[in-house]
């Protein structure tokens, strides 16, 4: 899950990161209040889960009332790369000296965390690590053994930071880690952090994610699900237990476990489809579950074919297809579907769809000719579409 800047800024500060006094805003009046209450200069900064906002016209610097005015009315309600602005925060403008680099996130591949740290804060860090790889610091940490101070240290030596940021740096580091593994978090990123001309060091931004494993042990999180930004789809799978993804592709897929569902995705993209949504619907696939699912999907406008993949373990295959039948009696589904059964009772639970089988409900054997069978009818009508 991923938290708004205002949010990020409030986790950090719960672990002692220096942020600036501010506050949220949804209206212009509110802005303005925001902005007196904190001082001159101010910052209005849109509140959008996506990066650039700088570059967009998001954040703007005020120096009275009449600017935060002005520019409050302009971001509320700008469009930011497909998020609209719905919400400020307004915080005191810092004085800028340099801008850093700084996060903590997970690398599976090395079964480590990794810090990082550049001294080329304030720009998009992708680019840096094209351009200029050597520009950032990393650290790989043993999760069992945490950051050490001389490991921040080495880290900011390492990146170069400058001499009157080094302690400040360091400190932070330490503070960040552990907001990052006390925190629960996948990612803790701050950029910039900045050193100021009198020489504080403090987080400019904040873009935290959240580990949702961890959610049963933040029973505060609930506040951050409240504002989470999802999309229409995502609101209706959550709100039916499900665990969706929306995607921007034709095919819907609904597979039962996390594991198979990312096969399916890459199956799918393996023989020229594009993936319209991650959904699992987990061990059980009873008709309830199956017809969310299909109604979950069926509110995507993208989709043009849909297919259900499900290996049966403790769901047996009979079970499945006849929740699958059921589901079609009660919700109508305007794509075709693909159903592939395999594993428990799956020759049973063919031979049940055997008689419903129609050019709307095609069953195949194997996950490969499910997901051509799937494909072909997602790119034909597409194109007809189009056409
Ligand atoms: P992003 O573009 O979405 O990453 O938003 P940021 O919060 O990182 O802000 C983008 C840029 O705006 C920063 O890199 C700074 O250069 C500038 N900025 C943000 N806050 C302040 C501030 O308090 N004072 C000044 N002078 N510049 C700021
Ligand atoms: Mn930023």
Redesign the pocket.
């Known amino acids: 899950m991923d938290l708004f800047?205002y949010q990020g800024k409030q986790y950090f500060a719960r672990f002692g990161i220096p942020v600036?006094p501010g506050g949220v805003a949804d209206t212009v009046d509110e802005a303005v209040a925001e902005a007196e209450r904190v001082g001159y200069p101010a910052?209005v900064?849109a509140q959008v889960q996506v990066?650039?906002?700088?570059?967009a016209g998001?954040?703007k610097?005020a120096s009275n009332a009449d600017e935060v005015r002005t520019h409050a009315s302009n971001i509320l309600g700008m469009d930011i790369k497909g998020h609209v602005v719905r919400r400020l925060w307004v915080?005191r403008?810092?004085?800028?000296a340099r801008?850093y680099y700084a996060s903590f996130t997970l690398d599976r591949g090395a079964r480590k965390h990794l810090g990082m740290v550049s001294s080329r804060g304030?720009v998009d860090i992708e680019q840096v690590a094209a351009e200029d790889p050597d520009a950032i610091a990393r650290i790989h940490i043993d999760p069992v053994d945490g950051l050490s101070e001389s490991e921040a240290l080495r880290l900011v030596d390492e990146a170069k930071l400058d001499p009157q940021a080094r302690a400040g740096a360091v400190d932070i580091l330490e503070k960040l880690y552990r907001c990052f593994v006390e925190g629960d978090a996948d990612l803790v990123e701050i950029?910039?952090l900045v050193l100021t001309p009198d020489g504080r060091v403090h987080a400019?931004?904040a873009k935290v994610s959240l580990d949702n494993n961890a959610e049963f042990r933040h029973p505060e999180w609930g506040e951050y699900r409240a504002t989470e930004e999802l999309d229409e789809r995502e609101r209706l799978a959550r709100s039916k237990g499900l665990q969706y993804i929306g995607l921007s592709g034709s095919v819907g897929i609904i597979a039962n476990g996390a594991g198979l569902a990312m096969s399916t995705l890459d199956v799918v993209n393996q023989v020229g489809g594009s993936p319209a949504n991650f959904l699992d619907i987990g061990g059980g696939a009873d008709a309830t579950v199956m017809a969310n699912a299909l109604e979950v999907i069926n509110t995507d406008p993208n989709v043009r074919a849909i297919f259900i993949n499900i290996f049966g373990g403790i769901t047996r295959g009979d079970e499945v297809a006849n929740g699958i039948v059921q589901a079609l009696g009660r919700v109508h589904i305007d794509a075709p579907i693909v159903i592939r059964i395999d594993g428990t009772n799956a020759a049973q639970g063919r031979e049940i769809l055997k008689a419903h089988e129609s050019d709307r409900l095609i069953s195949k054997p194997t996950m490969l000719e499910a997901a051509r069978t799937a494909v072909e009818i997602a790119n034909r009508s597409t194109s007809t579409v189009r056409a």
């Open positions: 800047e600036s910052v900064k990066g650039g906002r700088g570059k998001g954040i610097l915080e403008a810092s004085d800028i801008e304030g950029n910039p400019l931004d």
